[in-house]
């Protein structure tokens, strides 16, 4: 067993006990699911009275006496019908609908002391090897995820081997509660989303426009430099084309679709690649023009459930540097490359120096040619060995029209992201029956490559906005630099070099308000913008700014020329 699956066997374990010790302290609590997960566990449960975070020190105390107490954790079976009955008498109707689910005739049953709990496993030896655990949080979760069934409560926790590790993780909580995207969207002035006018709803404000159109500038240019062609496709599309490649049978439920007076019915495109077929099919192509690579910062709406929406990360509107390459089956080795030379520039641009690759592979609900399939798994694989990227691979949960590529970036704290993602794509070509001419005259079906670098450009601006916590290298930051007047008699020298720092290119504001200057200076600092410039009657006669940096702190005196090549440097080097 690797070091996960003993992780797992705790953390299963810690469930099991918080679970006992909810009964102990409420015994007409009802008990649902309580999986080990990946910071974690929770336990889902029916309480007897409403649950606060408050009351977490309370559950954690009885817990500490369960374990204190060594129970050996023993497991027993029990036929399917016996332990229906059981859990219903016990007044445990999740349990009992758990057990008619198993298709099994006998069930597991763990018991500790005197707690009995149906559980597969698999768990410690004992109690008393818990030796570092800790609830953290308590949220509502609808029985089976679902709406319509009754909602319960989550708890929270986390279990490690050693008091060490369990105090490494919470500080690294506390910082990833200081980084959170949502808080520092307010803070920052970035973004909102306005309740009033839908949930999942991004609407930027002046700075987080200006961060986004950075990325988008920055997207713009990578993919002109490496020949992709931009399209722009319309947000709505008639239904009949949804239902040809289709997402209205497979996605229907998360598309947003409406009817005209003459009624046809619309779909609000959940997806760019039909649109972009629908571009490639406007011509009859010939090998010579491939590969064909068509790139658009395409905005697609989702109607996803309320619960899982997440400030930038979950959205119901959003926009994916989307692009799809038609090719040739011999250029899928060159191409996947270049995807792979575009991700990595990416990453390293925007300050991600390490990331994990998956490898999803054919499903048994494949579509296409079993040989076609294998042929492109093997270029993927070797395209990956052959830039010596590590990589882990996942039998079977590849999409039903290709194998993919997903990459995962690692944070400052140590957190993974999904970001980009190249997917082949065997299917849709044959849905649209799209053909080109080959070198003989003969026709045949390109195949297509589905890839996004970033993913979603509200997701990437919610992860860059986390892995800085909000303080954006000079290149990417909303705002450069701040000129700070100390007194109204320099602020006509301080907008004259605001507008020279304009005029330079940079992105400069003057905050000249009737504040003390070091109320002013706090909020800079607050801003987490990388300069504020600083300009008093020496300045002002000697041509100066009084640099004053987000990092360093105080830089004395420089000449308005001396700060504009600083800066330049920065910005080139991408700092």
């Known amino acids: 067993m690797d070091f996960m699956d003993d992780l797992h066997r705790l953390r299963h374990s810690a469930a099991h006990v918080l679970a006992q010790a909810m009964k102990r302290i ?6 649902a699911i309580g999986p080990p997960i990946e910071e974690g566990f929770y336990y889902d449960v029916d309480p007897e009275q409403p649950l606060t975070d408050e009351d977490l020190p309370k559950i954690e105390a009885e ?4 374990i204190a107490s ?3 954790f023993e497991q027993t079976w029990m036929e399917k019908k016996e332990a229906e009955q059981f859990f219903l008498k016990k007044g445990e109707p999740y349990k009992a609908e758990i057990v008619r689910g198993i298709a099994d005739e006998k069930v597991s049953i763990y018991t500790d002391g005197d707690f009995l709990d149906l559980c597969e496993g698999p768990h410690l030896q004992s109690t008393q090897q818990l030796k570092a655990v800790k609830l953290l949080s308590v949220a509502g979760a609808y ?3 679902s709406e319509k069934n009754p909602q319960l409560t989550r708890i929270y926790g986390t279990a490690f081997y050693s008091q060490p590790d369990l105090d490494a993780f919470l500080t690294a909580r506390e910082e990833a509660k200081k980084r959170d995207h949502r808080k520092l969207g307010v803070s920052l002035k970035l973004f909102s989303i306005l309740e009033e006018a839908g ?3 991004v609407f930027y404000q002046p700075r987080g426009a200006m961060l986004r159109q950075l990325i988008e500038d920055y997207s713009r240019q990578q993919h002109l430099m490496r020949g992709y062609l931009p399209v722009l496709t319309p947000h709505l599309i ?5 239902v040809k490649s289709g997402h209205y049978s497979h996605y229907k439920a998360n598309m947003y679709t409406f009817k005209t007076e003459d009624e046809q019915e619309w779909g609000v495109k959940p997806m760019n690649c039909p649109g972009h077929i629908l571009i490639y099919q406007t011509a009859m192509r010939s090998y010579r023009e491939f590969p064909i690579r068509l790139f658009e910062l395409g905005t697609v709406y989702r109607n996803e459930k309320s619960g899982v929406l ?3 990360l979950r959205v119901r509107g959003f926009t994916q540097d989307d692009a799809h390459i038609f090719c040739r089956f011999s250029q899928l080795e060159g191409e996947i490359n270049g995807v792979l030379d575009l991700i990595q520039q990416t990453f390293k641009d925007f300050g991600f120096n390490d990331y994990k690759v998956e490898m999803s592979l054919r499903p048994d609900d494949f579509m296409g040619d079993a040989t076609q399939w294998d042929k492109a798994e093997e270029i993927l694989r070797q395209v990956l060995k052959s830039r010596d990227i590590p990589f882990v691979e996942s039998p079977g949960a590849g999409a039903f029209y290709g194998p993919k590529i997903d990459v995962h970036v690692r944070d400052t704290i140590g957190r993974y992201w999904q970001c980009a993602t190249a997917q082949l794509d065997f299917v849709l070509p044959q849905r649209f029956d799209l053909k080109y001419v080959e070198d003989d005259g003969s026709t045949a079906v390109p195949i297509m490559i589905h890839r996004a670098i970033f993913g979603s450009l509200e997701r990437f601006m919610g992860t860059l906005i986390e892995h800085y916590g909000g303080a954006f290298p000079a290149w990417l930051s909303p705002v450069q630099a701040v000129l700070i007047p100390i007194s109204q008699d320099q602020e006509s020298y301080a907008q004259e070099t605001a507008a020279r720092l304009k005029t330079a290119g940079f992105r400069v504001e003057t905050d000249d308000r009737r504040e003390t200057l070091q109320a002013r200076i706090r909020d800079a600092q607050l801003e987490k913008i990388p300069y504020m410039l600083i300009v008093g009657k020496r300045e002002a006669q000697a041509g100066k700014v009084a640099v004053r940096a987000r990092k360093e702190g105080d ?15 920065e910005i080139e080097n991408k700092q």
Do not use: C, Q
């Open 143 to 145: 029985w089976r995820g």
């Open 555 to 569: 830089l004395g005196a420089v000449t308005v020329e001396e700060f504009i090549e600083r800066l330049t440097r």
């Open 26 to 31: 409420w015994p007409k609590t009802k008990l």
């Open 63 to 66: 817990m500490a006496k369960i």
């Open 199 to 201: 949930a999942g709803l």
């Open 238 to 242: 008639r239904s009949n084309i949804w």
């Open 310 to 312: 997440h400030g930038l």
């Open 70 to 72: 060594d129970y050996k």
